[in-house]
């Protein structure tokens, strides 16, 4: 029956065998009948049995890039990622973390770490998006500074990043200027002078980030509107009317 093409009854004689009977060539013909009827769990419980062939190979790599098209089989693929792994190498979390993030899914953040640069960079605004509430800001900022590590030009990483560090920079700012204004005198006002320079390097430091992300999309009105506030916070009024004039 294999041999005449008839997979699906070939596969049922098959599964009809004793395991003992099975040798390698049952097993593998066995796999191959299962993929012609699109029954890829037997496909890979079979293979599990063999060495498999460049054939068998080929048959595994074109269901892992074609993952789109059998979604309904996913779970084949994350029941068994180990055996797929050992097939078909990196392609196997590289794939998972695609379908995930083009149907967005949040499993994509249990397999995100395992998938190749390219793939985490293309796939990171919507696994941040994911991590955002789950993590602390330590925990983030490491993760994008990883993202960073990735794609130097990670929007997303580098729009949080210069936020988080303009965030703190505020903060410390109004601190200070409450604690001078409570009691101006000689010593408040060289402690602020102090203050204000540790201020202004973590200004400078968000500006580092939030330039790359205007650059990156000057249509970003949020990112112009920090920057003007920085620029005026570090004395730069003149940077600041240019960016002035880009708010629509």
Known sequence: MYNKAEYANALIAYQA????????????????????????????????????DSILKVKFNNFIDSLNTYSSQIAVVENNTDFFQQIVGQKVYDKLVLYYDSREDSKLVDVYSKASAQVRSECFPKYFSFVRNEKSNTELIQVCKNALADNKNQIVALKYLGVQN?????????????????????????????DLKRISAVYVKSREYLDKVHKLDPEDMQTIKYLININNRLDQPAKAKALQRLLK
Do not use: W
């Open 17 to 52: 065998l004793d395991s003992a009977s099975r040798d390698s060539a049952v097993y593998h013909n066995m796999a191959l009948s299962a993929f012609m009827v699109q029954n890829f769990t037997i496909a890979v419980e079979a293979t599990r049995n063999i060495t498999p």
């Open 166 to 194: 303009y965030n703190v920079a505020e903060a410390d700012y109004k601190k200070a200027m409450d604690e001078y204004n409570r009691k101006k005198n000689n010593t408040t006002y060289s402690y602020l002078r102090r």
